[in-house]
């Protein structure tokens, strides 16, 4: 792949275009951060699922900022991306007290009544990365995800030369995150008549099933010529079968998230462009705007804070400004030039 498609860069504090195939991203603040206090605030971080590199990185964000503002940070996650299993927890979360909660609810309906709960209980509430079809949250911290999708459908149909047949690997139906991002999707490839959309799986965000999926819709449909894998569970799988069907550069495949396994498999040839969001940007904004409002009280300017993309090809994955935005498996993983990812002035 050449140097086509474009990188794509931002954060919360600026306003940048660059083009993926002609789609403009904006991204807007929405606060004044304030100075640590004197007062300690306990913060619980209440990621969407276990061991996914997308919530480690933002746990790092937010344990920067929480540790630069002196408030105290504890994380909590669900073994699986499910509402039933994240609604005790949250319970529980809420029997501790902490003065906030920043939480990636697994489900847009199911987790408005849990996350009311912590509200009655005088307990600060924001939503990051997913979010509820509810107003009741302090503020949302995330991707602007259906641009996410339409950039996906840009690069894809880039890479095949805007013909041929294309399929999306998907987590789980009524998670708000991946829902636009399939919105967006499906409403970037309408702009290519050469291409033909032929459905969506789901995967409910297991890697071997993705992998089980993609084998049977390679088998199904012998001229499949695009993935666009929603997650980073999505587009593992989506990569594993790609490779044991030996279709590696016949298939192209676009992923969303950037953890080590999508990095290598980028490397290896087998997916061919990351679209990274910004973790570490969401982790840190989020624990700012909870610190601000318990010690000012006053509601954000925008209760909605959209961070940025960075779109990952082989020619710029070793590029500083691209290596900062690549998720992690550990805090100690991160450069030490992203140590603190937003300004603070």
């Not at 209980?121 to 259906?146: F, P, R």
């Not at 959209?306 to 450069?335: A, F, H, M, W």
């Amino acid at each position: 792949m050449g140097n086509d498609i474009c990188i794509n860069t931002a954060s919360r504090r600026t306003v940048l275009k660059a083009s993926v195939a002609g789609i403009t991203l904006a991204v807007a603040g929405g606060f004044t951060p304030v100075a640590a206090q004197d007062k300690k605030w306990k913060i619980t971080l209440i990621q969407g699922v276990k061991a996914d590199n997308f919530y480690i990185s933002m746990a790092c964000g937010a344990q920067a900022a929480a540790d630069e503002l002196g408030a105290e940070l504890e994380v909590q996650a669900p073994d699986k991306f499910d509402a039933t299993l994240q609604t005790p927890l949250l319970s529980a979360v809420i029997q501790s007290q902490p003065d906030a909660i920043l939480i990636a609810p697994n489900d847009r309906v199911a987790m408005i009544a849990p996350i009311q709960e912590a509200i009655d209980a005088g307990i600060v509430v924001l939503t990051v990365d997913t979010k509820i079809e509810s107003d009741i949250a302090v503020a949302n911290i995330a991707s602007d995800n259906v641009l996410g999708g339409q950039m996906a459908a840009d690069a894809l149909a880039q890479l095949l030369g805007e013909t041929g047949s294309v399929y999306v690997q998907n987590t789980t139906p009524g998670v708000s995150t991946v829902d636009q991002r399939v919105q967006g999707f499906e409403e970037g490839i309408k702009k290519y008549p050469n291409m033909t959309y032929i459905g969506i799986d789901y995967n409910n965000d297991d890697p071997t099933t993705a992998a089980s999926q993609t084998a049977a819709k390679l088998q199904a449909t012998p001229d499949l010529a695009g993935i666009f894998a929603t997650n980073l569970f999505s587009a593992e799988g989506a990569a594993t079968a790609v490779k044991e069907a030996g279709k590696t550069g016949v298939v192209k495949i676009v992923g969303f998230d950037a953890g080590p396994q999508q990095v290598k498999d980028l490397r290896d040839q087998v997916v061919d462009v990351l679209i990274a969001q910004h973790p570490l940007d969401i982790g840190d904004t989020g624990v700012r705007m909870a610190v601000d409002y318990l010690n000012t009280q006053a509601d954000p300017e925008e209760k909605v804070v959209t961070t940025g993309y960075t779109v990952v090809t082989r020619d710029n994955v070793d590029q500083d400004d691209v290596k900062r935005y690549l998720y992690v498996g550990d805090c100690s993983e991160i450069p030490a030039s992203t140590a603190s990812p937003v300004a603070t002035t």
